[in-house]
């Protein structure tokens, strides 16, 4: 934003821009939509930002992102806690639970090992999915990471470190297109490549 | 985002999904963003939403946004006080700064005339126009409205309210397409445009 623009404007335009797929001319038009905002709805925005920032964390089991000290997920005893589904990142726990198909747990890596971008397995919450298996009585982990070439990856690392442990570990089925997002499966194609899910 | 979602995730991707351009998906790919964002970046986000609306406000005379009294270009007095370029909103003042050839000032109108959008001239800064003609030795006001029919029904409103307090009033050429956005033309075509402005 030109040097005429109020200071307090050019700064939110450029907090919008730090933001993904949000360019510097998106950001200037939000901040502009900012200014047109209710005094309280300003408030309630700024405060849906710190409110998710501070009361949101890790599950202590799973490692999803939840309010509470262990998801709901978790500590649901209707869900079949001796399947482990591991997953890149939360939002890839929403896909699945869309599907209404998957009735086990999660674990979230919050990440993919690339070491390119220097994420090494130890950046990743492998341990604590190894120390699940030692304190549930897990019989399969599924792989549930995206087709890429991390995914991939990563999938094969953490097999080759459970298959010792005595639990079957499985991949999802190549139903998914190789290359794509996981996120934006729809829902049938997501329940297949579950349903036909193979021991690596 | 499904129930298993912590609470603060689902409100504030809610919240982002307000903003224009922006839907339930990249709402929530945003939500997720911000919980990985470190804890001062998102105080300094938060911040920043607040700080612009509590700090900015319209300049007393020209109604653009500023956090003084009088914004910049009202302040300068190097600029042409006797010009008054007339624009729907902010972001078209920064339109046209950004040509780098526009001396005079600006009024900012907040919208256009738009009967079936229930909005009607008094909604509009058509009346604090009239006060500056009144009290500033102003000898020529540019419509630089949109060339759509709001924008256009807006400036010949203006126009004929403007004609007989003997001040010239002129038009931007049609050097703008038709039904475009004047917020993206490029520098040359919107100096060319208020080049060869004409009397309405």
Do not use: W
């Not at 998106?26 to 200014?35: D, G, K, N, P």
């Not at 700024?46 to 509470?68: S, W």
């Not at 690392?157 to 570990?169: D, E, N, T």
């Amino acid at each position: 934003m030109a040097d005429h623009n109020a200071l307090p404007l050019v700064i939110l335009a450029e907090q919008f821009a730090k933001l993904p797929g949000i360019g510097m001319k998106t950001a200037q038009r939000l901040a502009y939509y900012v200014m047109s905002m209710s005094e309280s709805d300003v408030q309630a925005f700024a405060d849906a930002i710190l409110q998710a920032k501070h009361r949101v964390h890790n599950c202590a089991i799973c490692q999803n992102l939840t309010e509470q000290e262990v998801c709901p997920i978790c500590g649901d005893d209707r869900r079949d806690h001796s399947i482990i589904c591991v997953v890149e990142s939360p939002k890839d726990v929403t896909a699945f639970e869309r599907t209404g198909e998957y009735n086990g747990t999660y674990h979230v890596l919050h990440g993919l090992i690339s070491p390119l971008d220097g994420v090494s397995p130890d950046d990743l919450e492998i341990r604590s999915l190894l120390a699940r298996l030692q304190s549930e009585p897990v019989t399969e982990v599924i792989m549930a990471t995206n087709p890429t070439v991390e995914g991939e990856a990563t999938a094969m690392y953490i097999a080759r470190l459970l298959k010792p442990m005595g639990v079957k570990v499985s991949r999802l089925a190549f139903g998914l297109p190789i290359g794509g997002i996981l996120e934006y499966a729809d829902e049938v194609t997501l329940y297949k490549a579950l349903e036909n899910r193979n021991e690596i």
